[in-house]
């Protein structure tokens, strides 16, 4: 079966500061991957897509970037944390069934606060 | 443009009542695909149900129902007997047409059950 792992889970890191979140997807290949951030409304908010190595889409201008260096592996970065970046990231892979549509599964999430 | 509402912020039941959460959606497309999924306490969201545009056929699993309505638009969630377990934020979600299999999320609804 099919597991997606992310992490580190929590994290508090000084304003200025790098960020690397880690996904990674097991039992699948060539999956769709993304990274979703949720703020402290609540709302979910789509960052980044990847539909293989090396393609990232962005969704919106912002602070950190995406990398997907191997098929199942994809990374969430920024290079100087501002206070905004705050709260809680989501990776998510999608199962490819075109006929029927597709399910999107998401990791555990990682909680971010800069300080 | 996709745009999904979930009117009610928040909600409190007894254990044991029923619970409906409404969803209503607007698209232009004919093919699109709808989502609901949970957030318990921990964070991780959890894939409950997809439906496809061209299936309104409602569905039952367990104590979770889901009732389609393309003619108002509408994708609501009813839980029977509810647990305190059940206690947690849901999402209804859309994806396709123009957003591909990029979803699309609601507000969600926080529900706390109590005892």
Redesign the interface.
């Known amino acids: 079966s099919q597991t997606i792992h992310q992490w580190p889970a929590t994290l508090v890191q000084p304003v200025g500061s790098p960020l690397s979140l880690e996904c990674t997807v097991e039992g699948t290949s060539n999956p769709?991957l993304?990274w979703y951030r949720q703020a402290a409304?609540?709302?979910?908010q789509?960052l980044f897509?990847s539909v293989g190595i090396g393609q990232i889409s962005s969704?919106v201008p912002q602070n950190l970037s995406a990398s997907r260096p191997q098929d199942r592996q994809f990374i969430l970065s920024s290079k100087k944390l501002l206070l905004s970046d705050s709260g809680?990231y989501?990776c998510?892979w999608?199962e490819l069934k075109s006929l029927?549509?597709?399910?999107?599964?998401?990791?555990?999430?990682s909680?971010l606060t800069v300080v | 443009a996709q745009k999904v509402t979930q009117a009610q912020t928040e909600i409190s039941v007894v254990e044991k009542e029923d619970v409906t959460l409404d969803c209503v959606y607007e698209t232009r497309d004919t093919t699109y695909?709808l989502?609901w999924?949970k957030q318990p306490p921990?964070?991780?969201?959890?894939?409950l149900i997809?439906r496809?545009s061209f299936d309104e056929q409602n569905e039952i699993s367990g104590r979770y129902s889901w009732n389609f309505q393309k003619s108002t638009s509408s994708f609501n969630f009813t839980i029977t007997a509810s647990q305190v377990v059940d206690s947690a934020?849901y999402?209804c979600a859309l994806?396709?047409g123009e957003y591909g299999?990029?979803?699309v999320?609601g507000?969600?609804t926080?529900l706390r059950v109590k005892s």
Not at chain 1, 100 to 109: A, K, L, P, V, W
Not at chain 2, 42 to 47: D, I, R
């Open positions: 769709n993304y409304g609540r709302g979910l789509l897509y969704e809680f989501l998510a999608e029927s549509g597709n399910t999107i599964y998401f990791g555990e999430g909680w | 695909y989502f999924y921990s964070g991780e969201l959890v894939f997809r496809n934020v999402f994806s396709g299999n990029k979803l999320f507000a969600g926080i």
